[in-house]
């Protein structure tokens, strides 16, 4: 099966820094991916890791380790704009060869001045 | 980046009709196309995997005589939700792989249709 879980909420100060975790467990891997979506709207592209260790872009970065099924989110210089969802998925190996995704809960992270 | 265009972004019918929602890739091409519906302050769940030329596989609680999905041509996958229901009322999201892509794996996601059933 899979499973993948992250902090329901979060809450940081802007200009701060803030780091939202993400744990998995499932059927094969093949790329784990991290998406930002504001409501009511379809989620964008952030990040992606296959191979273990960071990855930079910008103000974020993400971070991978599939020895423990563990990834983080990092984002820096917090801006209001920032508050949103972020999703953690991960494509796994599901029946017939398909290479869908499966989605985190999401992390709602309110930006506060 | 690739550009995926779905449509309506926004639909109410009422209880027991059908609407189509639309799903294109505008400059690729794309074999599979993928379905999910969110629900308010919920994250994303797979419905079904649209196969162009083939039948769509459907995730296992999802009624596939409902959720009709047809997978016309290379670049169109199209969701009929049937007589629908007030439960029914989600937020529906189409994405596509750009197979083209080297190195990323990534999808790509229309705007999303928010279906409101009264």
């Known amino acids: 099966g899979q499973n993948i879980d992250q902090p329901t909420e979060m809450t940081a100060t802007e200009g701060a820094i803030v780091q939202i975790n993400c744990t998995y467990q499932?059927?094969?891997?093949?790329?784990l991916f991290w998406y930002q979506q504001h409501a009511g709207e379809a989620p964008t592209f952030l990040s992606y890791?296959?191979?273990?260790g960071l990855e930079e872009k910008g103000r974020f970065s993400s971070f991978l380790s599939r020895s423990k099924g563990y990834s983080y989110l990092l984002l820096k210089e917090l801006q209001m704009k920032d508050s949103a969802s972020y999703l953690c998925?991960?494509?796994?190996?599901?029946?017939?060869?398909?290479?869908?995704?499966?989605f985190g809960s999401g992390t709602r992270l309110q930006v506060q001045p | 980046g690739a550009v995926v265009s779905q449509h309506p972004s926004r639909v109410i019918c009422k209880s027991g009709t059908s609407v189509k929602i639309e799903c294109r890739s505008l400059?690729?091409?794309?074999?599979?196309m993928f379905w999910y519906r969110q629900f308010p302050k919920q994250s994303l769940m797979l419905m079904a995997t649209s196969n162009e030329g083939s039948k769509a596989t459907y995730e296992q609680g999802v009624e596939k005589d409902k959720f009709l999905i047809n997978h016309a041509s290379l670049t169109l996958s199209t969701l009929t939700v049937t007589s629908a229901h007030p439960e029914d009322s989600s937020f529906y999201i189409c994405s596509a792989r750009d197979y083209r892509w080297q190195g990323i794996d990534e999808a790509f996601f229309g705007q999303g249709t928010r279906l409101t059933v009264v």
């Open positions: 400059d690729f091409q794309a074999t599979t």
């Open positions: 890791n296959v191979l273990d």
């Open positions: 998925a991960v494509m796994g190996d599901m029946d017939m060869g398909r290479r869908a995704l499966t």
């Open positions: 499932t059927s094969g891997f093949n790329g």
